[in-house]
């Protein structure tokens, strides 16, 4: 859906003869970004208090059973 979408507005953009490659990536790498960044720190913060748990540094070690 999401190529769908990004595709029409380049035929859009195109059509009125505004398109350009670098307004394209700056809108894409910004829709990417606004998604990725807070990902990375919710995994990361999930992840530093998985890691103060009881019992994680066996999990944690890649030693586990």
């Known amino acids: 859906m999401s190529g769908y979408l990004v595709g029409g507005s380049v035929l859009r953009s195109r059509k009125a003869g505004r398109w350009s490659w670098r307004s394209y990536l700056l809108g894409c790498l ?3 970004y ?17 890691m103060r748990q009881a019992g994680a540094q066996v999990l944690y070690s890649g030693h586990s059973a």
């Open 30 to 32: 910004s829709r990417l």
């Open 34 to 50: 606004v998604v990725l960044l807070p990902a990375l720190l919710l995994g990361g913060l999930i992840d530093w208090f998985g």
